[in-house]
Antibody, heavy 126, light 106 residues
Framework: QITLKESGPTLVKATQTLTLTCTFS??????????VGWIRQPPGKALEFLAL???????RYSPSLKSRLTLTKDTSKNQVVLTMTNMDPVDTATYYC??????????????????WGQGTKVTVSS | SYALTQPPSVSVSPGQTASITCSGN??????ACWYQQKPGQSPVLVIY???KRPSGIPERFSGSNSGNTATLTISGTQAMDEADYYC?????????FGGGTRLTVL
């Protein structure tokens, strides 16, 4: 059974750096086609992709947030860590850690987020 | 940047068929996924690769994708299907989500 759990501060101040840890079990990030990523959702708003760490150490970041995001992994601890610099009140959201699988077919591919963590609420104060 | 557009809301009567659309430029050339999110819960993947259902997702959920539009169809809609639904695709090596559609069963 695949599980993911987010941990980190619930409250940060503007301009500070946010560090969130995703601890997962039930799979290995060394397995082909597997990824661990982060998606956030501001209160009452839509889902927003942040970043994704692949099994082959490739990484993808949201183009609009790329300059503020860094993903690292600790394979021995089954953890993926997201850091986001220069936090602002507009970054207040629930942050989800997700497991992704890549599906191929007809010359196309897609990474689908098939298991989600429970989410962690982060509030940014001014 | 690539955008996916969904209607903000859709209403359906119990037992009827609900259709939720997701529009994007040449969306049919790439794969679409759909997620269901009930209040206070994490999203759940209900459709991937345009038409496939993960294990445990009821057969009444189906998907299609052609041209500029992907569609999530719920046949025989039940009260428990009331939720927000989000489409998702990959474009230019990044993930894009639609703005979400609130499905009301009344």
């Amino acid at each position: 059974q695949i599980t993911l759990k987010e941990s980190g501060p619930t409250l940060v101040k503007a301009t500070q750096t946010l560090t969130l840890t995703c601890t997962f079990s039930g799979f290995s990030l060394r397995t082909n086609s597997v990824g661990v990523g982060w998606i956030r959702q501001p209160p009452g708003k839509a889902l927003e992709f942040l970043a994704l760490h692949y099994w082959d150490d490739d990484k993808r970041y949201s183009p609009s947030l790329k300059s503020r995001l860094t993903l690292t992994k600790d394979t021995s601890k089954n953890q993926v860590v997201l850091t986001m610099t220069n936090m602002d009140p507009v970054d207040t959201a629930t942050y989800y850690c997700v497991h992704s699988l890549r599906y191929y077919g007809s010359g196309r591919a897609v990474d689908a987020f098939d298991v989600w963590g429970q989410g962690t609420k982060v509030t940014v104060s001014s | 940047s690539y955008a996916l557009t969904q209607p903000p809301s859709v209403s359906v009567s119990p037992g009827q068929t609900a259709s939720i659309t997701c529009s994007g430029n040449n969306l049919g050339d790439i794969y679409a996924c759909w997620y269901q999110q009930k209040p206070g819960q994490s999203p759940v993947l209900v459709i991937y690769q345009d038409t496939k259902r993960p294990s445990g997702i009821p057969e009444r959920f189906s998907g299609s994708n052609s041209g500029n539009t992907a569609t999530l169809t719920i046949s025989g809609t039940q009260a428990m299907d009331e939720a927000d639904y989000y489409c998702q695709a990959w474009n230019s090596a990044t993930v894009v989500f639609g703005g979400g559609t609130r499905l009301t069963v009344l």
